[in-house]
């Protein structure tokens, strides 16, 4: 059978695919960081050799940032877009890698092999999981099933400033009957996921300014205003006891979960304490009243990521600083309009300085929420043919994280997107440590080769 003859191709050749994988990897291409602008470039390159050689028609497209690959396969039947991304995260802290993070190494564990590495999640091993299934069709049929183009950014990680206008600029070029995206992941260990909505993300970095140099704590502790603790406050102002978010207007347009979806979920038995666990906690901290699932699903989230100021050395210094500066995240649902949520927050932080306080904002990103129609054929093709491939049968799902190209490619080409990933939730993506488990890698090329299979039919 054509089909039994692509998946015997894919197990036969698994040992040079996580070679070629090991080599992708080996690339530091941290897309954030300046420093690595020239491994962003080189993995591109890579990108673009190794389709060559399964007969893409591929280039390498220049931005303001780092460089698009976009690549094209002639084929019957329907025409298939699949986006991914070669950016790694940072790889900090470096000292609790038990490996150096850019030398890969396939690691036997108490749960199976995995592949280690920074990216080998997210997102190259994914990535890699759809070429290999397109090679191993190439191979045995010398043709792809269907019509594919692919299209892989080197800015995912760092806020995909160039993406919007390259996809403006390039929409003809880039439009197919679907986006297939594998950046996401399975439910558990063995039930394969069909995403159908994502939260979006805002990002927002303050600094707050008191006096004009830092301060002996001594001579001036008491009479002079520290920064640090007026940022103390008004982070812990941001929730109140129950966990709700306190910055005015935030849950405008917020909408409950459809009870039909509350039952899906709620039949999928997720548990809050063992899927703490896994991280060495137990207790839910979001919102009061709400379900696991639903905190990291369909609820909005606010987060601090990093705090900064003072003296952070090693010893002591009785310093009063100048400047204190966080981080902060939130995640959005649908309806929320993060524009608009970026002008309340700064508005409630406004609102708290006192009056000889100054402050500076910096943005990193504003992404809306996405949800998918699962109307599209191909929703209930791919579910059906990722349900042959894994043990328990495939379901459609939400996903705590922000993936704004699946919303890009409805607002911007008129295409539905197909969220399918292979990854587990204890792959340490952007922690020390990232891994990919090889059963991971294996059955991703192989369900791809079934949803190809399933979607040209």
């Not at 690691?107 to 759809?130: A, C, H, W, Y």
């Not at 994502?198 to 004009?212: A, F, K, V």
């Not at 905190?295 to 606010?302: Q, V």
């Amino acid at each position: 059978m054509t089909l039994d003859a692509v998946l015997n191709q894919v197990d036969g050749d698994l040992e040079s695919a996580v070679a070629r994988l090991l080599e992708l990897l080996r690339i530091p291409s941290i897309s954030t960081d300046p420093a690595y602008k020239g491994d962003c470039d080189a993995a591109a390159d890579w990108l673009v050799d190794d389709l060559q050689s399964i007969g893409f028609d591929v280039s390498k497209r220049p931005t303001p940032g780092h460089p698009m690959v976009v690549a094209h396969a002639e084929g019957e039947g329907p025409h298939v877009m699949f986006y991914g991304h070669y950016d790694v995260q940072p790889v900090d802290p470096l000292s609790l890698w038990n490996n150096p993070p850019f030398e890969p190494r396939l690691e036997d564990t108490d749960n199976g092999p995995v592949i280690r590495g920074r990216g080998s999640s997210d997102d190259k091993g994914q990535l890699m999981t759809f070429v290999e299934a397109c090679r191993a069709w190439k191979v045995v049929h010398g043709a792809l099933p269907a019509k594919i183009s692919l299209f892989f950014e080197g800015e995912e990680e760092s806020g995909s400033p160039s993406l919007v206008p390259f996809m403006q600029e390039n929409a003809d070029e880039l439009k197919a009957d679907i986006a297939l995206i594998c950046d996401t992941g399975l439910f558990g260990d063995s039930t394969p996921a069909i995403v159908t909505r994502l939260r979006g993300l805002l990002g927002e970095e303050l600094t707050i300014t008191g006096p004009s140099k830092d301060l002996h704590s001594g001579m001036y502790g008491g009479i002079a205003r520290n920064p640090i603790r007026v940022l103390a406050k008004i982070i812990a102002s941001l929730h109140d006891a129950s966990g709700r978010i306190m910055v005015p207007d935030f849950y405008d347009g917020v909408e409950e979960l459809p009870a039909d979806i509350a039952q899906q979920w709620n039949d999928l038995g997720f548990d809050n304490s063992e899927f703490l666990g896994e991280v060495g906690l137990g207790v839910p901290a979001g919102e009061d009243g709400r379900t696991g699932l639903e905190m990291i699903w369909s609820r909005p989230t606010c987060e601090v990521n990093g705090i900064s100021g003072g003296y952070q050395g090693d010893g002591f210094k009785t310093v009063l600083p100048s400047k204190a500066s966080a981080k902060i995240s939130f995640r959005l649902v649908p309806g929320q309009d993060p524009l608009k949520l970026r002008e309340s927050f700064r508005a409630f932080v406004q609102a708290q300085l006192p009056e000889d306080c100054t402050v500076e904002f910096k943005g990193h990103g504003a992404g809306s929420a996405s949800e998918m129609s699962t109307d599209h054929p191909a929703f209930e093709q791919a579910r059906a043919a990722l349900s042959d491939e894994w043990p328990n049968p495939a379901t459609f799902v939400g996903c705590g994280g922000s993936i704004p190209i699946a919303g890009h490619f409805k607002d911007i080409l008129g295409m539905d997107a197909m969220l399918i990933g292979f990854g587990k939730d204890d792959d340490q993506i952007h922690s020390p440590n990232e891994k990919y488990d090889l059963s991971s890698f294996h059955k991703g090329i192989r369900s791809w080769v079934r949803v190809l299979d399933a979607m040209s039919k």
